[in-house]
């Protein structure tokens, strides 16, 4: 069981927007702000898009973007495209676990 | 260019061993805390490990607390994970990623490795 709680899949149309939650508690994802998203595509390497909840990192697409409310952190892709389509897992510090990672959206472009 | 490149992987049985390394390149290694993230197949992604710049704070999940060892070799660019006591569930890719901040840990990985398949199995 992964300590933070994603929905299983989430799809969309090209062009369109999606929102993927990560839910956890207060002792990682409300109490830090040390929210991470990652991207994997299938047989490769995860790739970060999102860290600190909200930055993006160096030359990455403005179409991706972090926010949080509470305990739960979001990871919304405005303007689909096919190449979106890929695994998303969000992390966080735990002030318990050191780092947990949430059990991964799989992102279907329709 | 920054690079992650694990070895050591393979096949061993219940209540085996195994020493992973990573060899880092194009960066300064003992500037950044690193981490061994693991996949088993099919399923997500898992953290393991991480270690600080000077291996002065080191940590561990606790599925693997007490039988893995991380470790760290500034000097050749090298990161290490000693694994004692595999079980079956061990079995996955363990890739290597560095964190994204310099000098102290922000807990998000910025490059990773390729990652090596490990297989505990009889």
């Known amino acids: 069981q992964s300590a933070l709680t994603q929905p299983a899949s989430v799809s969309g149309s090209p062009g369109q927007s999606i929102t993927i939650s990560c839910t956890g508690t207060?002792?990682?994802?409300?109490?830090?702000?040390?929210v991470s998203w990652y991207q994997q595509h299938p047989g490769k390497a995860p790739k970060v898009m999102i860290y600190?909840?909200?930055l993006r990192p160096s030359g990455l697409s403005n179409r991706f973007s972090g926010s949080k409310s509470g305990n739960t952190a979001s990871l919304t892709i405005s303007g689909l495209q096919a190449e979106d389509e890929a695994d998303y897992y969000c992390?966080?510090?735990?002030?318990?676990?050191?780092?947990?990672f949430g059990g991964g959206t799989k992102l279907t472009v329709l | 260019e920054v690079q992650l490149v694990e070895s050591g992987g393979g096949l061993v049985k219940p209540g085996g061993s195994l020493r992973l390394s990573c060899a880092a390149s194009?960066?300064?290694?003992?500037?950044?805390?690193v981490n061994w993230v693991r996949q088993a197949p099919g399923r997500g992604l898992e953290w393991v490990s991480s270690?600080?710049?000077?291996?002065?704070?080191?940590y561990y999940a606790d599925s693997v607390k007490g039988r893995f060892t991380i470790s760290r070799d500034n000097a050749k660019s090298s990161l290490f994970l000693q694994m004692n006591s595999l079980r079956d569930e061990d079995t996955a890719v363990y890739y290597c990623?560095?964190?994204?901040?310099?000098?102290?840990?922000?807990?998000?990985?910025?490059?990773w490795g390729q990652g090596t398949l490990v297989t505990v199995s009889s």
């Open positions: 990623a560095r964190d994204g901040n310099w000098n102290y840990a922000k807990y998000y990985f910025d490059y």
């Open positions: 194009g960066f300064t290694f003992s500037g950044y805390s």
């Open positions: 270690i600080s710049t000077t291996s002065d704070y080191i």
């Open positions: 207060s002792s990682d994802v409300g109490g830090y702000n040390f």
């Open positions: 600190d909840v909200t």
């Open positions: 992390s966080s510090y735990s002030r318990s676990r050191s780092l947990v």
